[in-house]
């Protein structure tokens, strides 16, 4: 299961996918979690400054 983003509370700051060891987040108008890269370990909930993603 890949993590996902609270669209309402992300503010595409970057910190999650520079969080991610897989490269499964691009930032666009809000964060964007690629699922077949996404290894549901939880770097980017723990580095969401907005608490935007949940795993």
């Keep these: ?3 996902k983003v609270n669209a309402d ?3 595409a700051c970057g910190a999650c996918a520079d969080a991610c060891p897989n490269g499964a ?3 666009e108008d809000v964060a964007v979690v690629d699922a077949d890269k996404c290894v ?4 980017c909930v723990d580095a969401c400054p907005s608490e935007a993603i949940t795993d």
């Design 25 to 27: 987040i691009t930032i």
């Design 9 to 11: 509370s992300c503010v």
């Design 1 to 3: 299961m890949a993590a």
């Design 40 to 43: 549901d370990c939880g770097a």
